[in-house]
């Protein structure tokens, strides 16, 4: 075989059209959820959504793909290969998906009771995301240089079960209520993705599976509406105009910057999940035959965050953990270059906002339920057997985070009767809701801190386990875990009073006891065996 040259060397061949759908298909369902979960769970206004953060999150789709597609033909012209394929990089769905549900909606929600008028909340939440891409992709890009250290510090069963415990309860259970509020489409949306993705069926047109659901279930969506047999409150959207809406630079994430604080034991593990990601991602190319270097993968996709975030832009961008997925159907690196573009120029165009927002949540939440349902395996299938329980322990914080979103609701219960339940103390120990929000609060460091702990005690490293929970204690005390702030802000431990002390201190102090408790067993004598 000769040698590709640069004039030689193609940029697309037919396989690029299949990966091009897919890869389309799964920015667009992410896209399409945020603005469902914005829009019709919290009333975010849709033109700041359509025409301010869609804008600059496309661009950083945009930004990602072509750096990966020149990555892929230098790739190809070193190597002398001509069947290099490029690193697929699109909106990542769990942080993605977490954005929309624990950070921009609620804030909005805190901004409009703190008084504001819906433009200027939603603006004020607009700041807040892009201040968060910026925060999230700047540890991006530090940690690009130390990633490989990281994974070798942080267990594998910490790293995988606190982002699946998140993944199950929030990315499975929310979306799946969401699903089920239109039984008819979500269940046979539902249900077909399940056939195409799981039980890999046969279908009887050769189109991408996830595709053929979204127009079935779309399609199912506003017959019943128009014949007047779908669920209640059915509405056709009001159409989008199409209109240029460039993300140009702006330095107003800066005033969203302050308000990224109590959300930070969110946004930073966020940013280090994608980091561990990118060099699977990396290892996972390097096995099929595409030998990325890792630091470059981290570093492009740091980039392309933070392009997104100065641009006006809410979600990040990661690489997929396709690519040996897409290098099978025959994608070389064309189709990194044709989304890239789609995405980009049409997020410019208004032409996605227009797509997604003729996209039903019944149709786009089923796709999120499955993502989360094959994190929560992935979680499992990834880590040691013995590890198994210190991922399913990283999953209970979670369930504690999903109790404070509905019981945070105000619709549900009132503010006022919100603080007496924090507040009551009856019987023996803290009150109930009280140990629900703090347990809740900074719920995936947590995951993290306790499934490391526990991971060292499977191994008989007590001395590091004792570390561990010690690191915990001191988090604690400053609420990066376990706020006694019912938003989960941080603070200093000395400002308390009240039952707020009382909590941060008996916490800290619980961590410290057992941490105490192993340093003194790590000091017995190892048995012996004859």
Same mark, same amino acid.
């Given at each position: 075989?000769?040698?590709?040259?640069?004039?030689?060397?193609?940029?697309?061949?037919?396989?690029?059209?299949?990966?091009?759908?897919?890869?389309?298909?799964?920015?667009?369902?992410?896209?399409?959820?945020?603005? $469902?979960?914005?829009?019709?769970?919290?009333?975010?206004?849709?033109?700041?959504?359509?025409?301010?953060?869609?804008?600059?999150?496309?661009?950083?789709?945009?930004?990602?793909?072509? !750096?990966?597609?020149?990555?892929?033909? /230098?790739?190809?012209?070193?190597?002398?290969?001509?069947?290099?394929? @490029?690193?697929?990089?699109?909106?990542?769905?769990?942080?993605?998906?977490?954005? %929309?549900?624990?950070?921009?909606? *609620? $804030?909005?929600?805190?901004?409009?009771?703190?008084?504001?008028?819906?433009?200027? &909340?939603?603006?004020?939440?607009?700041?807040?995301? +892009?201040?968060?891409? +910026?925060?999230?992709?700047?540890?991006?890009?530090?940690?690009?240089?130390?990633?490989?250290?990281?994974?070798?510090?942080? *267990?594998?069963?910490?790293?995988?079960?606190?982002?699946?415990?998140?993944?199950?309860?929030?990315?499975?259970?929310?979306?799946?209520?969401?699903?089920?509020?239109?039984?008819?489409?979500?269940?046979?949306?539902?249900?077909?993705?399940?056939?195409?993705?799981?039980?890999?069926?046969?279908?009887?047109?050769?189109?991408?599976?996830?595709?053929?659901?979204?127009?079935?279930?779309?399609?199912?969506?506003?017959?019943?509406?128009?014949?007047?047999?779908?669920? *209640?409150?059915?509405?056709?959207?009001? %159409?989008?105009?199409?209109?240029?809406?460039?993300?140009? *630079?702006?330095?107003?994430?800066?005033?969203?910057?302050?308000?990224?604080?109590?959300?930070?034991?969110?946004?930073?593990?966020?940013?280090?999940?994608? =980091?561990?990601?990118?060099?699977?991602? @990396?290892?996972?190319?390097?096995?099929?035959?595409?030998?990325?270097?890792? /630091?470059?993968?981290?570093?492009?996709?740091?980039?392309?965050?933070?392009?997104?975030?100065?641009?006006?832009?809410?979600?990040?961008?990661?690489?997929?953990?396709?690519?040996?997925?897409?290098?099978? +159907?025959?994608?070389?690196?064309?189709?990194?270059?044709?989304?890239? #573009?789609?995405?980009?120029?049409?997020?410019?165009?208004?032409?996605?906002?227009?797509?997604?927002?003729?996209?039903?949540?019944?149709?786009?939440?089923?796709?999120? =339920?499955?993502?989360?349902?094959?994190?929560?395996?992935?979680?499992?299938?990834?880590?040691?057997?013995?590890?198994?329980?210190?991922?399913?322990?990283?999953?209970?914080?979670?369930?504690?985070?999903?109790?404070?979103?509905?019981?945070?609701?105000?619709?549900? !219960?009132?503010?006022?009767?919100?603080?007496?339940?924090?507040?009551?103390?009856?019987?023996?120990?803290?009150?109930?809701?009280?140990?629900?929000?703090?347990?809740?609060?900074?719920?995936?460091?947590?995951?993290? #801190?306790?499934?490391?702990?526990?991971?060292?005690?499977?191994?008989?490293? +007590?001395?590091?386990?004792?570390?561990?929970?010690?690191?915990?204690?001191?988090?604690?005390?400053?609420?990066?875990?376990?706020?006694?702030?019912?938003?989960?802000?941080?603070?200093?431990?000395?400002?308390?009073?009240?039952?707020? /002390?009382?909590?941060?201190?008996?916490? &800290?102090?619980?961590?410290?006891?057992?941490?105490?408790?192993? &340093?003194?067993?790590?000091?017995?004598? @190892?048995?012996?065996? &004859?």
């Amino acid at each position: 075989m000769n040698k590709p040259t640069s004039s030689s060397l193609r940029w697309f061949v037919p396989g690029d059209l299949n990966g091009f759908f897919g890869l389309v298909v799964d920015n667009l369902s992410i896209l399409g959820f945020i603005a $469902a979960a914005l829009v019709g769970i919290f009333g975010f206004p849709a033109e700041v959504v359509f025409t301010r953060m869609f804008p600059g999150t496309a661009l950083g789709v945009l930004v990602g793909n072509l !750096i990966y597609t020149a990555m892929a033909r /230098r790739l190809a012209l070193r190597s002398g290969r001509d069947d290099v394929t @490029a690193m697929p990089l699109g909106l990542d769905a769990p942080t993605s998906i977490g954005m %929309a549900l624990l950070v921009l909606g *609620p $804030a909005f929600a805190q901004f409009r009771a703190g008084g504001m008028d819906e433009q200027a &909340a939603a603006m004020a939440t607009w700041q807040l995301g +892009m201040a968060s891409l +910026m925060v999230m992709g700047a540890l991006k890009l530090v940690l690009s240089f130390a990633g490989d250290a990281i994974t070798r510090i942080v *267990p594998r069963a910490a790293l995988l079960g606190s982002i699946g415990g998140a993944a199950l309860v929030l990315l499975g259970f929310l979306p799946l209520i969401e699903t089920l509020r239109s039984p008819v489409v979500g269940l046979a949306t539902f249900g077909l993705l399940l056939y195409v993705l799981v039980a890999k069926g046969r279908l009887p047109v050769r189109i991408p599976g996830v595709l053929l659901a979204f127009i079935v279930g779309t399609t199912l969506y506003y017959g019943l509406g128009l014949a007047g047999l779908g669920a *209640p409150g059915f509405k056709v959207p009001e %159409a989008v105009a199409f209109g240029i809406t460039p993300p140009w *630079p702006t330095l107003a994430f800066i005033d969203g910057l302050p308000h990224t604080v109590p959300y930070l034991s969110l946004l930073l593990p966020f940013g280090l999940l994608m =980091v561990v990601g990118g060099i699977n991602v @990396a290892e996972s190319a390097r096995a099929a035959g595409d030998d990325y270097r890792t /630091r470059d993968v981290l570093l492009a996709e740091a980039v392309s965050t933070l392009v997104a975030g100065l641009c006006g832009g809410v979600a990040q961008t990661t690489p997929y953990i396709g690519q040996p997925a897409y290098k099978h +159907m025959g994608a070389r690196m064309g189709y990194t270059l044709l989304t890239g #573009l789609f995405v980009g120029i049409g997020g410019m165009l208004g032409i996605v906002s227009g797509l997604v927002q003729w996209l039903p949540l019944a149709v786009l939440a089923p796709i999120i =339920v499955y993502v989360g349902l094959d994190i929560t395996v992935q979680a499992f299938q990834s880590t040691r057997r013995e590890h198994a329980i210190a991922v399913a322990l990283a999953f209970l914080p979670s369930v504690a985070y999903l109790l404070v979103i509905k019981l945070g609701n105000p619709a549900w !219960i009132a503010p006022q009767r919100f603080g007496e339940l924090y507040s009551s103390v009856e019987g023996h120990g803290l009150p109930d809701l009280a140990t629900i929000v703090v347990l809740g609060n900074g719920f995936i460091i947590t995951a993290m #801190l306790w499934a490391s702990a526990l991971v060292a005690m499977i191994e008989q490293r +007590m001395r590091l386990a004792s570390l561990w929970l010690l690191v915990a204690a001191v988090l604690t005390l400053f609420g990066v875990v376990h706020s006694v702030h019912p938003q989960g802000g941080v603070y200093l431990p000395w400002a308390l009073d009240g039952l707020a /002390r009382t909590i941060a201190w008996q916490f &800290a102090a619980g961590y410290a006891v057992l941490a105490g408790m192993l &340093a003194l067993l790590s000091l017995q004598k @190892a048995e012996t065996r &004859a």
